[in-house]
């Protein structure tokens, strides 16, 4: 019945279909996946649920502050203390300031530091809904205005970071792309050892690409679906990592069966129906895996979910429609010089990984509790692990201007006065609340001078040093915990550090709630898939294995290598979600095989020919995998880079370690107990190999 399905999919006729079909809808989709940057929100309010407090205290802020205002601090310094004719000319910029097309309110400064070598001018924009796509033009303009011979200016506070980070995602789609195309190309060629084999692959993932960013783009636009600079980024590695895994998978399978079929046609849909299940189950526990971060009170976190899902379900119906008509309508040529002529000698039956089963197999326990508590050791590294966030000069993998600003303000003296702690309260608590306020050490004299609107007065205060750090956090935790305490005021604590503070705290729950429901529900889509109960166990726990193992190491490289400050409080979500998606994936490769083999040849032999015909697929994709993720590290965010690491280890010991060494070692240790309940479980021996591996012919039809 699948079998042929799979070959109506690939008829002589349908194939054509299938191809034309789809290049329709590349050319609609085209168009509309280059608008999705313009339906991005990186606005760092917007990532809130609407139960945290700054996301409370923003509805009341409203009469008081435009949420699309950008405070802006422009930074003067000059090494031996700045002129009187510094100073005028600074004066004399402000009244230009002031004239710039989306200035509102009045610009203040110069303010001047005590040592007299820094002055700082304070202008807030507003450009209406997603204006922040106008600072960087902006920041160009101000540099202008700025230039005084011998003065050094930055351009600080949120406006300076919201144009630095424009810069950090300027083009994220374009460079992403082809920096990730580049590195799959290059693996596919050392993989196929075709020059022209590559070719289809990579088109069928373009394909899948840019119709995910299409039909993303209209549910962002019309449907509210959150989608930033950084869930577009990982879109477009998973999109291109993951459609090349299942092209793999597929290839080889078709490989294999085209050496048994002369009709090309035939042998797809062998290929289709042998692989199919493999893929179908791959991509649906990536589709689950991603849909379960919906439960995240992170709004950035929750469309992450949907937009990766919405990107590896439009891959699967690439990969298996379009890349077999393409594979069919090209012929064997495309193989070419390696072409698999029917009746010739299948080589994975005596490549690396048949040479790997053998060695294996005379001690599996030994292999698999070796490797066991190599994983283990390489899990305390955890113990390094600071995942509270980073700071504002923290968060990115090189010094940018508003980084720079705001370390000259901090060393003079200078507090960034553009983010304050703001208080909303019942106005006729107004003074009780800033004296409430003013028992919290460090903070600025309390400022109570905004008039009340509607009942609710407003009541601000500085901090010194970064608004992002964890000192900032502690103020905003304390002056929550003394303005709380005042009856009747009703008070609400908001502001920038407020709001980073509730992100982390939104975060640390995502990862206590998320993680259990993710490991559960994919251990229930193996239950499914293997029609077993102890394996899919066991496969959970290599993987956490994996995970803790690729989370410990790279912690250490963050500290005692790159000399990362910690990470986001994100962090071990991400980097667990794609983890166990997308590494539980190639034990999904390898024991639906070992499932298929075990029906004709019993457990242990088919794990080794499992192992044999699987292994060099399953090492290509994850190198292409890993190489993908590898890719975010040349976004200059920290974050990204610190998860493009870890995946891409941890896709790596999955592809070379736990899946090849291993679960291989369990299945050969365990043999059909690992199929309990289910009626594979047949309680067979531990058995000699009886026929050397390159003899072994893959399971009967």
Not at 259 to 266: L, Q, S
Request: proline content about 5%.
């Amino acid at each position: 019945m699948h079998r042929q399905i799979a070959g109506k999919l690939t008829g002589r006729v349908t194939k054509w279909i299938v191809l034309v079909a789809w290049i329709i809808i590349f050319g609609v989709a085209g168009g509309f996946a280059s608008k999705l940057t313009d339906v991005q929100n990186n606005e760092a309010s917007s990532w809130l649920p609407a139960s945290a407090e700054s996301t409370r205290a923003l509805e009341k802020l409203a009469p008081f502050q435009d949420q699309n205002d950008i405070p802006t601090v422009l930074v003067y310094t000059r090494s031996g203390g700045l002129t009187p004719g510094d100073l005028s000319a600074i004066k004399e910029q402000v009244a230009e300031i002031q004239d710039m097309k989306g200035v509102v309110g009045q610009v203040q400064g110069p303010i001047p530091s005590q040592d007299g070598e820094v002055a700082q001018t304070v202008v807030t924009y507003n450009f209406g809904q997603n204006g922040w796509n106008d600072l960087p033009a902006t920041a160009d303009k101000l540099r202008e205005i700025m230039a005084i011979d011998g003065v050094t200016t930055h351009i600080a506070g949120p406006g300076g970071q919201a144009a630095d980070s424009a810069e950090a995602f300027a083009g994220i789609d374009g460079t992403l792309l082809f920096a990730t195309l580049g590195v799959v190309i290059l693996i596919l060629l050392f993989t196929y050892r075709s020059p022209v084999l590559w070719l289809l692959p990579i088109i069928s993932a373009v394909f899948a690409l840019f119709t995910s960013e299409a039909v993303i783009y209209f549910l962002a636009k019309y449907a509210d679906l959150t989608v930033n600079g950084q869930s577009q980024g990982i879109l477009t590695v998973l999109v291109v990592g993951a459609g090349t895994d299942y092209a793999l998978l597929l290839v080889a399978r078709y490989r294999e069966e085209l050496r048994r079929h002369e009709d090309r046609h035939e042998a797809m849909a062998f290929a289709l129906h042998r692989a199919a299940p493999a893929i179908f189950a791959s991509a649906g526990t990536v589709v689950v895996g991603m849909l379960c971060l919906m439960l995240a009170e992170m709004n950035s976190t929750a469309g992450l979910g949907p937009v990766n899902a919405i990107g590896v379900g439009i891959t699967l119906l690439v990969m298996v429609t379009l890349l077999p008509a393409l594979l069919v309508i090209c012929g064997r040529w495309i193989f070419w010089p390696a072409r698999p002529h029917m009746g010739s000698a299948e080589p994975t039956a005596s490549g690396l990984w048949a040479r790997v089963g053998r060695r294996i197999s005379p001690r599996p326990r030994a292999v698999w509790v070796g490797t066991t508590v190599v994983l283990l050791v390489a899990c305390l590294g955890l113990f390094k692990l600071d995942a509270h966030g980073l700071s504002t000069e923290d968060q990115y993998t090189k010094e940018f201007d508003s980084v720079k600003g705001q370390k000259v303000l901090i060393e003079h003296g200078l507090v960034d006065t553009s983010t304050p702690i703001m208080v909303v309260a019942n106005a006729d608590k107004a003074q009780d609340v800033a004296a409430a306020m003013a028992t919290v050490p460090g903070l600025s004299t309390p400022d109570t001078s905004v008039p009340p609107v509607d009942g609710v007065a407003l009541v601000t205060a500085t901090v010194p040093g970064d608004v992002a750090a964890q000192a900032a956090f502690d103020k905003v935790t304390e002056v929550r915990t003394a303005v709380h305490g005042v009856s009747g005021a009703d008070a609400l604590v908001g502001g920038t550090s407020a709001l980073y503070l509730d992100i982390e705290k939104a975060s640390t729950r995502d990862n206590k709630v998320i993680i259990p429901v993710v490991l559960i529900v994919v251990m229930l889509i193996l239950m499914v898939l293997l029609r077993a109960l102890l394996s899919p166990l066991l496969l959970m726990l290599t993987v956490v294995l994996s995970f803790g193992a690729a989370l410990g190491i790279s912690t250490l490289l963050f500290e005692y290598v790159f000399g990362f400050n910690g990470a986001d409080a994100s962090f071990p979500l991400f980097v667990f979600v794609f983890l166990v998606a997308l590494g539980i994936d190639y034990n999904i490769f390898l024991m639906t095989r070992v499932r298929e083999e075990t029906m004709t040849k019993g457990t242990r032999q088919g794990s080794l020919i499992a192992l044999s015909a699987t292994g060099g697929v399953i090492t290509s994709a994850g190198l292409v995998l890993a190489a993908t993720f590898a890719v975010l590290g040349s976004i200059p965010l920290v974050f990204l880079a610190e998860m493009g690491t870890a995946v891409a280890l941890g896709v790596i010991l999955d592809t070379m370690i736990v899946r090849s060494v291993l679960v291989t070692a369990l299945n050969l240790d365990l043999g059909s107990k690992i199929w309990w309940p289910s009626k594979l479980d047949r309680g067979d021996q531990p058995t000699e190999v009886t026929a050397p591996v390159d003899e072994w012919e893959p399971a009967s039809r």
